[in-house]
């Protein structure tokens, strides 16, 4: 299998459980009692918390408990645009909150981050989604709602060539979508920063750009 990253440690001056002490907040305040059924379904798992407060994030957010950190990042800066626009805060939250959880089975950790078989074949948008309206099912979410929902997790990558089956269709998940690309960047850009020589006045970096560091 494809190796991403060697050495996976914790992020430094995270608080894992404090993320997830917020994440269910926010799972807490969705109003939709079918939405907040199926996010307990997943959150308040005991053996999927632990999972998902200890996974990374892929090739951003690459360290134990990124997959958390990103996650919530991308419900918080979508919940910020939102407050311009008319939208379902719920369906939004929803999304932004599970739209990675695919890489639970995309992803193999140890001391290393591998892709799975299923996730080289599948990739972690489909697993998510089938994730999620197996979930639906079980707790009884209707369709209208699942249909919705699916629709934001599959177009969070924004374009097809990005590896979104659909662009958004949905304002909601429009903000997913942004929220997710503007975390990964955005952390990606933290990263460079910190790791850069002081003497260095700009970095290049292949995805970036030109990047100045003072």
Known sequence: ????????????????????????A????????????????????VQFAEAFKHSPGAMHHAWVG?????????????????????????IMVAGALLHDI??????????????????????HVTLGCEMVRQMAAKTGLDARTTLRLSHVLISHHGKCEYGSPKRPMLLEALLVSFADETDSKASHFERIKR???????????EHLGEIFLK
């Open 195 to 205: 790791k850069a020589c002081p003497e260095d006045v700009t970095v290049y970096d």
């Open 102 to 123: 695919g890489k639970l089975r995309e992803l193999e950790v140890s001391t290393c981050i591998e892709l799975t078989e299923e996730g080289l074949l599948l990739g």
């Open 66 to 90: 990124g997959l958390l950190e990103h996650s919530l990042a991308v419900a918080r800066t979508a919940k910020c645009s939102a407050s311009n626009f008319n939208v379902d805060m719920d």
């Open 1 to 24: 299998m494809k190796k991403f990253v060697n050495n996976l440690s914790p992020a430094p001056d995270k608080d894992i459980d404090g993320m997830y002490a917020e994440l269910l």
């Open 26 to 45: 926010m799972v807490d305040a969705v109003e939709n009692d079918g939405l907040k059924n199926l996010l307990n379904a997943f959150f308040r798992d």
